[in-house]
């Protein structure tokens, strides 16, 4: 008996033996696994440009709690730079995908095409969008009617010389670092492009449209129509302005839709998706 389980012990230990050897040897076939840094695993993402790879780094040493995505994202916005500095022509111009910031802007002689009158039924008297912009806020603003809703648009399209004067109105009582929270300079407003509305419910001010329930039902029902709240809260710093609960931007159902199920500015949304 003694002998059997003295045979058995040796069993089993030639078996854990015969484990470690192997498992020895597969890993010495096996290369050992290296680690990327950060500019390789960078050079992946789909939206990386190579000539950027210096603000990439600069940029990730300076905020290294973001992510790779946000880091490439962001820089190809132009966040590693102050507003209004670096700027160029808007991308995807007279399309409902261009790209209207404080680092992409628009001329002084551009005037969107098909440019017509809302209805005034609503909204306020002289209010303009291009054709495919108003029929999607009509079609919005009567199914918020059926629930029954207001949704009226107090301000559309304005040409640049009404935004230059506008926002030097602003300048004049706030001064610019303030001023430029909240207004854009002539040429970096959306208003321009005639797919930009800022929307009230005819009780309050517009600027208090968050407190009605019409904002609720924007929020859940916009998107249907292509229409995406443009400075959302809390993402301030990719937008460049201060949260504006009834500040709408027409996009076309598709992004609308996208922009609202993954919690996404435009500006995200345009470099890694629309961007060439």
């Known amino acids: 008996m003694k002998n059997k389980t003295i045979g058995i012990f040796y069993l089993i230990l030639l078996v854990i033996l015969i484990f470690i050897a192997r498992h020895i040897l597969i890993n010495e076939k096996l290369p050992i696994k290296k680690e ?37 994202t962001y820089v190809n916005i132009g966040l590693d730079n102050p507003y209004y500095t670096n700027i160029k022509p808007s991308p995807r111009q007279y399309t409902k995908e261009i790209l209207v910031n404080k680092y992409n802007y628009i001329s002084s002689t551009y005037i969107p095409n098909n440019l017509q009158m809302i209805n005034t039924k609503y909204s306020n008297n002289g209010m303009y969008l291009t054709t495919e912009a108003k029929e999607a806020f009509e079609r919005l603003a009567a199914a918020a009617e059926k629930d029954q809703y207001t949704i009226t648009v107090m301000s559309a399209y ?83 302005y201060q949260y504006e609960p009834w500040h709408y931007r027409y996009v076309g159902v598709e992004i609308a839709t996208y922009l609202y199920k993954n919690n996404l500015t435009y500006d995200e949304y345009f470099i890694r998706n629309l961007e060439k």
């Open 158 to 240: 304005r040409s640049y010389e009404y935004q230059q004067s506008l926002y030097n109105r602003y300048l004049a009582i706030d001064g610019q670092e303030l001023t430029d929270t909240y207004s854009a300079r002539a040429g970096h407003s959306e208003h321009q492009t005639g797919l930009a509305i800022d929307v009230y419910n005819k009780s309050k001010p517009y600027t208090e449209f968050e407190k009605t329930q019409e904002f609720y039902w924007m929020k859940e029902n916009s998107y249907k129509y292509g229409y995406i709240l443009r400075y959302p809260k809390d993402k301030e710093f990719i937008t460049g």
């Open 36 to 72: 990327l840094t950060f500019e390789e695993e960078i050079q992946k993402i789909p939206y990386y440009k190579d000539e950027n790879l210096k603000r990439y780094q600069n940029y990730k040493k300076q905020n290294k709690n973001f992510s790779n995505n946000e880091i490439v």
